[in-house]
């Protein structure tokens, strides 16, 4: 740990930031939220890129180095599909990417943005080419979502964000489970919204795919406050215990990461630092977020200071 107390965890890369619409093939808006996995020993991001009509899509982004030679796909990887996938409607946002051992495939869980509302879809991948489609998963309203790597007690579980608006005083951190990867049960609130003057009272959801410590399941999610001049998305850590990731048994009460610099201040929505997955590097802790809803940046912790950090707080 740094002797600076007034030190960042989370550092920013210099070359931030790492991806922005100048860098894309073809001409979009903006590039943002991606998801994060290791795929053939490289680094690769699923974009959230906006077209002009405001609607998005996924598109793959690989590099040797996960901060520059970006090698962006020529066209859109998964592209809205509302002929298959009514709920495809809007576009398709914000992927999540988990690595499921045991069936040694990608699960990618995104938004589906419906004319009922943003929902979680899910698809599998071996090879970031060709996509299994499993359709919409949960009801609107609900985003946010990524899954474990495991099954859990025999199961496989989500985390994920619903806002169906029965949840009166905010949105939580859910968690659900599954036999078949398809049917979603047992919805149980596992993080709740602050209240009043805290950082993240207003609304919260899961941001990065949950990453198996020593301590537990780490996972970060954003916390949103609403002023008057508009809302500020700020990033907290939380740690989940490991067989029963039900229990939250730690979690900051500092926000650990928020926007600063002038691409996060600035762009299509302001004050934004969401990031969609990181990567375990050796020591560090890469992550990948989406700044002002316009770009891409990178932000590097130690690994050892995050786990420091987030013990310092049991729940
Ligand atoms: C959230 C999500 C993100 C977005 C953020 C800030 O609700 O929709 O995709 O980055 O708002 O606009």
Known sequence: MTENQYSDLFLRNENN???????????ANSVFNAGVTKYNGETLLLLRVED????????????????SNWRIEEKPTIVPDPLNFPEDEW???DARITYLEEIEKYA?????????GPLVSLALTEDFKTFERMGAVLPPNDKDAALFPKKINGEWVMLHRPYPGDVPDGAHVHISYSSDLVTWERRKIILKARKGGWWDASKIGLNTQPLLTEHGWLI????????????IYRLGLALLDTDNPEIVTHRSDEWVFGPNESYELQGDVGNV???CGWLKKNDEIWMYYGAADTSMALAIANYNDVIEEILKYPV
């Open 273 to 275: 630092v969401f990031p």
């Open 220 to 231: 970060s999610y954003h916390g949103v406050r609403q002023t008057c001049a508009g809302c």
């Open 91 to 93: 576009g398709v946002e």
């Open 17 to 27: 930031p790492i991806i922005t619409y100048k860098d894309l093939p073809y001409r």
């Open 52 to 67: 002009f009509r405001g609607h998005s899509h996924l598109t793959v982004a690989k590099s040797k180095d996960g901060v």
């Open 108 to 116: 990618i869980t995104f938004v589906s943005y419906s004319k009922k």
